[in-house]
């Protein structure tokens, strides 16, 4: 049965650390990874990770995939309190259409 | 402006009333996907459609059923809503599931209370 696992469940950081994310994962033939940001309303895409793109940044944000150690990490740096939110990893796996996602991780970032 | 919508945002029902939740994408996407937030297990997938046509569950399918009978439009039935289908849904869509711009919109979700 495909898995995926994120830790930790929740956090909270002051303004200005650096917050890690991890996603790990066990599905069937992988395709890809996505991470999204949920804050008080629906999913918004933050990036897609596959085996010919194991590395992506978009400004402070930025995440790896180890397709040997099956896990990907999210790295948010210089926190700031707009980045509070929920953070979802999802895989697709055997089949395109599938898309597992894991429970999330709760960021809290306070001034 | 790109977007996915879903009627209703907020519906409160009985047990065994059918209802239709409407999903509605304008960016001509092939790919629409629905599912159901509950506190603590994430987003779970209750059905998928690749195309017109094609359909194919995901994780909990049980009491849902869809249809794609148009490119834009994926709605989603409870024939016989239950207690246990209280929950926040989601409609996505994204160009093709698994290429290169898999990026999945997000409808803004409607919060389902069946008593």
């Known amino acids: 049965e495909d898995k995926v696992v994120q830790s930790p469940l929740s956090l909270v950081v002051h303004e200005g650390d650096t917050v890690t994310l991890n996603c790990s994962y066990e599905v069937t033939n992988f395709r890809s990874l996505l991470w999204y940001k949920q804050e008080k309303k629906a999913p918004t895409f933050l990036f897609m990770l596959?085996?010919?793109?194991i590395e992506k940044k978009s400004g402070r944000l930025s995440s790896i995939l180890d397709k040997k150690e099956l896990f990907s990490i999210l790295n948010i740096t210089a926190t700031q309190t707009g980045d509070s939110a929920v953070y979802l990893c999802?895989?697709?796996?055997?089949?395109?259409?599938?898309?597992?996602f894991g429970a999330g991780t709760q960021v809290v970032v306070t001034p | 402006e790109a977007q996915v919508t879903q009627n209703p945002r907020y519906l409160i029902t009985v047990t065994g009333k059918k209802l239709t939740v409407t999903c509605s994408q304008n960016?001509?996407?092939?790919?629409m996907s629905w599912y159901r937030q509950d506190p603590g297990l994430g987003l779970r997938q209750i059905y998928y459609s690749m195309n017109v046509e094609v359909t194919d569950k995901g994780d909990v399918p049980e009491g849902y059923k869809v249809s794609r009978k148009e490119k834009r439009n994926f709605p989603l039935i409870l024939e016989s809503p239950s207690p246990n289908q209280t929950s926040l849904y989601f409609c996505?869509?994204?160009?093709?599931?698994?290429?290169?711009?898999?990026?999945?919109?997000f409808g803004p979700g409607t919060r389902l209370t069946v008593l």
């Open positions: 996505a869509s994204s160009p093709l599931a698994g290429g290169p711009a898999d990026t999945q919109y």
């Open positions: 596959t085996s010919s793109g």
């Open positions: 999802a895989v697709r796996g055997d089949s395109w259409g599938k898309l597992q």
């Open positions: 960016m001509n996407h092939e790919y």
